[in-house]
């Protein structure tokens, strides 16, 4: 499935994603973030470079890429803003639950517009009283003859009131995880309604609204797989989704780094600059340290999705645990070395702290992913 990319290939294509993030994203985070402003029209052109369907099969127009390609991908697009790498994360996560679980006619009708980010996608799993506890949903999708009805609320949905297509996971069964399905809604059905634009921390240059479902009716071939299989869908995508969301803390971090190790050298204090003294040395030395690490832990994580490693989850919760903790550590630590200057917009220190403390929180907050990862371990030791 995935293109086979030469080290040449691979440090071209990481290229572009550089020169688009650095010319199309960062000179207008700040803005974007000021205004609560979703730049669809940048999408757009981020869907003509193939950023829209990173791990999309070739046939409907994706790049194919593997997961190791796209940590690297996140990363770079973070570096220029943190808000809307992680709207292209969910939306190629979106993308792909439909290329994989779906059939071909499924495939054809909604992935070319997802792949040329023409058509948005937001994923709808998350209730008011479901989060961490996902099998708790309690939306539900009744069969009618040969159509779903919808009703339930959806929370905290990226790009909702924006997008075209929404992946929902729905009961259509008994309480639990196996009487989950999924199933697509377009954005046109009638009674798919949405909440107001959430006032956030961060993340402002994404819409975040409630998806409302009242009488919603689709098709039954508006399904992905079979019923009962939604839970398993949902939690594969988060497996890639873990990983995406570590590497945007990763890049958005390794940002604000750079900005750091630059400030330390030209501010100067009692007669000297900030990197003569012998604690902001050690303290950059510790920031590296902790990026190094959760660059090397995604990369190990998203090389075992492609092999379809048997320890996947684990190795993805371990890996979105790290990096997210050490992306918000060493952002804050950026900020800190800035002094007064890091607590102004314009500066952009400010504005990825605020983003990237979400990321501890959303694919599965970071106290889950322990969860995951311990019960991994001691399931080993029996």
Known sequence: MYATLTDEDRAALTGAVRDFATARLAPNAGQWDAEKHFPIDTLQEAGELGLGGIYVREDVGGAGLSRLDAAAIFEELAKGDTTIAAYISIH????????????????????????????????????PGAGSDAAAITTSARREGDEYVLNGTKQFISGAGSSAVYVVMARTGAPGSRGISAIVVPAETPGLTFGPNEKKMGWNAQPTRQVIFEDVRVPVGNRLGEEGDGFGIAMKGLNGGRVNMGACSLGGAQWA??????????????????????????????????????????????????????????????????????????????????????????????????????????EGTNEIMKLIVGRELLAGAR
């Not at 995604?298 to 992306?327: I, N």
């Open 257 to 362: 780094l750079d900005k750091a190790t630059a400030y330390v050298h030209e501010r100067e204090t009692f007669g000297a600059p900030l990197a003569s003294n012998q604690s902001i040395v050690f303290a950059l030395a510790d920031m590296e340290t902790d990026l190094q690490a959760a660059r090397a832990l995604l990369q190990r994580a998203a090389t075992k999705m492609d092999e379809k490693a048997a320890d996947v989850a684990s190795a993805c919760a371990l890996a979105k645990r790290f990096a997210t903790d050490a992306g918000f550590r060493v952002a804050n630590e950026a900020l800190q070395l800035h002094g007064g200057y890091g607590y102004l917009h314009e500066y952009g220190i400010e504005r990825v702290v605020r983003d990237l403390r979400v990321h501890q929180i959303l």
């Open 92 to 127: 190629n996560m979106v993308a792909w639950m439909i290329d994989e679980f779906g059939d071909q006619e499924q495939r054809e009708r909604w992935l070319p517009g997802l792949v040329a980010m023409t058509d948005l996608g937001s994923y709808c799993l998350t209730e």
